[in-house]
């Protein structure tokens, strides 16, 4: 899948003859605090709420703002999750989608992306996760694999955060299983640090502590 195909329908755009006014009237409609500006079909830049509010001439159009300088922006052929990058990176409601000559060709929203990262990470397919700490140089997802599969666990998604204060990687393994007992054993015993399971870690855990699991799970 591609970018352009994320693209939400329901993000409107702004030309340079709008006022601030009429911007912040879009906003407080579609209940987004930055808006796409376009020109002749190419983007111009994204327009921020803050800026509108701080501007001294709100009925006054856009084309003469002083803070059209911000455009930040997706090539339409990537990845999704090069949008997710720049989303979290730049802390954006919407993520506007240009092609190689800057010609706008929508949005996508913050919502979208984290619906198809959820859909396709696995997280919304019944099993529990582990989280490992491993020192860079010891990582192998093969061998995670085969110790998790020699338990007849099968992984269906990983993802790799890096600790910049401990200088670990901290692996998450998103499983098939519920029951993460056998699992978690075979693993400390390869010397892996288990660091969190959210899922039974043995087949007797109580419907409280199984309430626990799930609420740990859903406060990551």
Same mark, same amino acid.
């Given at each position: ?24 009237? /879009? ?18 830049? /994204? ?95 093969? @061998? ?6 020699? @338990? @007849? ?60 699991? /799930? ?6």
């Amino acid at each position: 899948m591609v970018v352009e195909q994320l693209i939400s329908p329901v993000v409107p755009t702004l030309i340079p003859t709008d006022t601030g006014d009429k911007a912040l009237s /879009l906003m407080d409609e579609t209940n987004l605090d930055q808006l796409p500006l376009v020109a002749d079909d190419k983007y111009m830049a /994204l327009v921020q709420e803050n800026d509108l509010l701080d501007w001294d001439a709100p009925d006054n159009s856009l084309q003469s703002a002083d803070f059209l300088s911000y455009r930040p922006a997706v090539l339409s052929t990537g990845h999704p999750y090069e949008a997710l990058r720049i989303a979290h990176q730049q802390n954006l409601r919407i993520v506007p989608v240009v092609d190689l000559e800057n010609t706008y060709v929508g949005s996508i929203t913050r919502d979208e992306l984290l619906r198809y990262i959820t859909e396709n990470s696995g997280l919304d397919n019944p099993g529990g996760i582990i989280v490992l700490e491993i020192d860079p140089r010891n990582y192998s997802l093969y @061998e995670i694999a085969r110790i998790c599969e020699s @338990e @007849e666990v099968l992984l269906i998604s990983t993802q790799i955060f890096s600790n910049k204060l401990t200088g670990k990687l901290e692996v998450t393994l998103k499983t098939n299983r519920n029951s993460l007992g056998g699992v978690v054993s075979a693993l400390e015993r390869h010397n892996y640090k288990v660091k969190d399971v959210f899922g039974d870690k043995t087949d007797k855990d109580s419907l409280q502590d199984r309430f626990d699991n /799930l609420m740990n799970y859903l406060n990551m």
